[in-house]
């Protein structure tokens, strides 16, 4: 089905040249993706991250001790826009 609708793709896929997708932020710290890592779940720990869109740099990086629990994940990340 994916050759029917996206021929050009899956070219791309099958050469193993995936082409970069054009940013359209107008500036650093605009747009933040928000991400967990769940392997050391099994040790207590849990690491969440955030990356800037623009600069592609990791912008804070924290381990706390739930996954689930979403006020951590939101203090993490006031504590980012608090500081800016």
Avoid: Q
Wanted: net charge positive; hydrophobic share 45%.
């Amino acid at each position: 089905m994916l050759r029917i609708t996206d021929p050009e793709g899956v070219a791309r896929r099958t050469a193993n040249r995936l082409l970069r997708r054009i940013c359209c932020c107008p500036g650093p710290n605009h747009m933040i993706h928000i991400g967990g890592y769940d392997k050391l779940k099994l040790n207590g720990i849990a690491v969440h991250g955030a990356v800037d869109e623009l600069s592609r740099k990791i912008v804070w990086i924290k381990a706390g001790y739930s996954n689930s629990n979403l006020r951590l994940i939101a203090k993490f990340h006031l504590d980012f826009l608090l500081a800016i």
